[in-house]
């Protein structure tokens, strides 16, 4: 699986919109790049996936890079229960083991 | 429509002994992965079972094995504990027809070795 780099950690305040960034420059023709988050205390959730497309959802939208090397994550208006580590992920199609890296830790302002 | 459970919620052992941690798999799923999650790190894969078979397997010893029984739920078995193993231990399911390997995580068992 391709590696991937985020920053360690990022603010924002409550309703402003966050964007994500992760790296992936190792990335295969057939990786998904996918988006969990954790919240404290839970086990990771499925945010969102992509292959090439931009994607949107009701959780947020992910934006692929042209050459896929990097995707970016958007929560368009951040409120209190999205504080979390949000993880990128590449996985390739076929399997199922997920690959963590150490995430961005989000805080978010009221 | 229940997610994926796990059992128990914490549990504490002492070094050397063994210890069983149990997952049931949301429904209609037929694939389950472990992972465990040091403290301030992020998951990382133990195993994934698919018809009461390990398909695919991380880097870690054979200390730690797993089952899956025909209803889809499955265990994992750590023997000899280290201090070391003071972890969550996660456990997500799949649908292993679906290519895009979406999982569904639990709540996770927190695992205390003394």
């Known amino acids: 699986d391709a590696k991937t780099t985020q920053p360690n950690s990022m603010e924002s305040n409550e309703e402003e919109p966050v964007h994500l960034p992760c790296n992936h420059s190792t990335i295969s023709g057939t990786d998904y790049i996918h988006w969990y988050r954790q919240l404290p205390s839970q086990g990771p959730e499925y945010v969102i996936h992509g292959l090439t497309s931009n994607v949107n959802n009701r959780m947020a939208s992910l934006a692929i890079a042209e050459d896929r090397k990097s995707s970016t994550l958007i929560l368009h208006r951040a409120t209190l229960r999205d504080a979390a580590v949000y993880y990128c992920i590449c996985s390739k199609a076929a399997g199922n083991k997920l690959t963590f890296g150490g995430g961005t830790r989000v805080l978010v302002k009221p | 429509d229940a997610g994926v459970t796990q059992s128990p919620t914490h549990l504490i052992k002492t070094r050397g002994q063994q210890v069983t941690l149990r997952c049931s798999p949301k429904s209609g799923h037929d694939t389950v992965s472990w992972y465990q999650q040091a403290l301030g790190q992020g998951p990382q894969f133990i195993f994934q079972y698919y018809e009461e078979e390990e398909r695919q397997r991380g880097n870690f010893p054979d200390r730690f094995s797993g089952h899956q029984f025909p209803n889809y739920s499955s265990e994992l078995n750590v023997n000899a504990l280290l201090l070391g193993d003071s972890a969550l231990y996660l456990c997500?399911?799949?649908?292993?027809?679906?290519?895009?390997?979406?999982?569904?995580f639990g709540p996770g068992t927190r695992l205390t070795v003394l």
């Open positions: 997500a399911s799949s649908l292993i027809s679906f290519s895009t390997d979406t999982q569904y």
